[in-house]
């Protein structure tokens, strides 16, 4: 049995599976609060009268360090940057606590200032004064040498709780984007330090002690024990859990978008057959260019609790949420509410719901039916727009799937998948509205947590093969050793894929579940006046995002 558990900004939502499907699910209120009541609560749910011993694993997604970025909600966090001749990092400040030092490492690796020590220390003094316990720290050229990385943070060591070193985040060489990757792991860490004890603790306390995993924004998961030295990893892990949820679904042979209408927002994704869109160098959220592997989503500020408001005589919807719709209690009208007063949904007060859109029908001369079809009209609308916006942006530049390139290509999907509360009701309507056609996925309510329980253990590998200095390391993994000036791409690969797997097991990966495959092989001739000296070999490998074994069985 697997526990798969999604925490969104509205709700939770907690399925069990077994080799047979669904066995139980449960959705309960998020409270960011205190997230272990939500969590506790949603898995004593789903366990209760469940043998301990039949639950295998728990596998998790959650919008919190997302929702944290995009507000710009983040905990302090430091940055120690050093680039030597060139570049200057200061252009790529991250914000209040950041700071460049001496110290510069060329494109082979090879030292050309040293640090000094005497100017790390006082820079510890300012941002323990400050108040940051968590930074990181990046070099230009740390992924071909990390030995500068790694003596700053000797030299800071002591009042720090947590420092990420920016070899170790990534082994790209796109210094800006490994530095705004660095940071964003440092500003989230402590959010997902309590996400992590929140769910361990939960599952501790019903005497479960079972491997838990991460979903990650490719796709795939990681443990969630190692995901403390990578919680960067699980920005966009909610929408990557929709687009999971759906891969079941969609049609071998078609594209096909996919929908998860929540209460807060509105995700969106895309898939080529079975095969997810993915943005293979990096997402870009809020302003930071990332080196963090995604899925290929956009998330609009329309959900079934959005508010609506009037403004200059037009109807608003979202993206603020002013808790429930007031079918359920809340203070605000909602499409929710919308919903209600059209008789769609049945559960609420409709007298709640009523008094709701009744204001906004005052504002706009409109009766109360006519205003809550404009409403869900409206709402509708605006999800087709942000659909036909995505499509624009996806076709003007290449297109890759989690599989491959795929040069040249158009996407023109003409079906939809939706999951999510409302789905059944937004289902119908878009259809009516569009040239699409538009189903709701199984189990449309709990689906992205259903995502993220099958998808399977991901990660990727760096490897640089220097020939001439006779060296060949994998940045990210702290590993190096000597080689013969002999080695080739093949070999290269070889080792490469063996690091892989080797990682890929200690991060939960089942040996069965490992597809792996070559994303970059290049080998460049090093030149020293008339002669070759060497190669400078570049490979990246990788384990396909995808769903596990045990699910493609049914």
Not at 396 to 421: F, Q, R
Not at 491 to 503: D, M, P, R, T, Y
Not at 529 to 534: E, K, L, V
Request: net charge negative; with cysteine; glycine share 10%.
């Amino acid at each position: 049995m697997i526990i798969g558990l999604d925490v969104g900004g509205t709700n939770t939502d907690v399925v069990l599976l077994d080799e047979n499907g669904l066995v139980k699910q449960i959705k309960v209120a998020t409270e960011p609060s205190a997230l272990f009541n939500s969590v506790l609560t949603g898995i004593e749910s789903v366990t209760r009268d469940i043998d301990p011993s039949r639950i295998k694993r728990a596998v998790l997604s959650t919008t919190l360090t997302t929702n944290a970025i995009v507000q710009r909600d983040l905990p302090p966090a430091g940055m120690i940057v050093s680039a030597g001749p060139g570049l200057n990092p200061a252009f790529f400040r991250t914000g209040e606590h950041y700071y460049t030092v001496s110290g510069s490492i060329d494109h082979r690796g090879r030292e050309i200032e040293p640090i000094e020590i005497d100017e790390i220390k006082r820079i510890a003094e300012k941002l323990e004064a400050e108040g940051v316990k968590h930074l990181g720290i990046v070099g230009k050229f740390s992924t071909r040498n990390p030995e500068h990385e790694l003596e700053i943070k000797k030299a800071l060591e002591g009042p720090f709780e947590k420092i990420f070193l920016g070899h170790e985040i990534s082994g790209n060489l796109n210094f800006p984007r490994r530095i705004a990757t660095t940071f964003l792991n440092a500003s989230v860490y402590p959010l997902h330090k309590d996400f992590f004890e929140a769910v361990k603790f939960s599952l501790e306390k019903k005497g479960l002690n079972v491997p838990i995993h991460i979903l990650k924004a490719d796709g795939g998961t990681m443990s969630f024990a190692s995901s403390l030295d990578f919680p960067g990893q699980s920005i966009l892990s909610g929408p990557a859990a929709s687009v999971m949820g759906a891969i079941s679904s969609a049609s071998e042979d078609q594209e096909t978008i996919i929908l998860d209408i929540g209460g807060t927002t509105t995700d969106i994704g895309l898939m080529i057959g079975n095969a997810p869109i993915l943005i293979p160098l990096g997402i870009e959220l809020n302003g930071y260019k990332t080196l963090i592997r995604s899925l290929d989503t956009r998330s609009i500020g329309i959900g079934g609790d959005s508010t609506v408001k009037v403004i200059g005589g037009e109807i608003k919807i979202g993206p603020d949420r002013m808790g429930p719709a007031m079918a359920y209690g809340g203070r605000a009208p909602t499409p929710t509410d919308a919903l209600t007063v059209m008789g769609l949904i049945e559960d609420g007060d409709v007298a709640n719901s009523i008094k709701g859109i009744e204001a906004i029908a005052s504002q706009i001369g409109l009766s109360i039916e006519k205003t809550a079809t404009m409403i869900f009209n409206k709402a509708s609308n605006e999800i087709l727009l942000a659909i036909e916006k995505m499509i624009k942006e996806i076709n003007s530049k290449p297109v890759y799937t989690v599989h491959e390139m795929k040069e040249g290509y158009k996407v023109n999907p003409k079906k939809a998948l939706i999951l999510g509360g409302p789905a059944p009701y937004f289902a119908k309507r878009l259809e009516e509205l569009s040239d699409y056609s538009v189903s709701v996925v199984p189990q449309w309510d709990v689906a992205n947590a259903i995502g993220a329980a099958i998808a399977r253990t991901t990660c990727e590998v760096t490897l640089l093969a220097d020939t001439e200095r006779e060296i060949i390391s994998a940045p990210e993994e702290n590993w190096s050793e000597n080689i013969s000036g002999k080695m080739d791409k093949k070999a290269a690969i070889k080792k490469a894929i063996e690091i892989l797997e080797k990682k890929a097991m200690k991060l939960g990966a089942d040996m069965d579940d490992l597809d792996t495959e070559v994303v970059e092989s290049l080998e460049f001739n090093m030149v020293r006046g008339f002669y070759t000296t060497g190669k400078n070999i570049r490979i990246k490998v990788q384990v396909k995002p995808g769903i596990i074994k045990a699910a493609q069985k049914k």
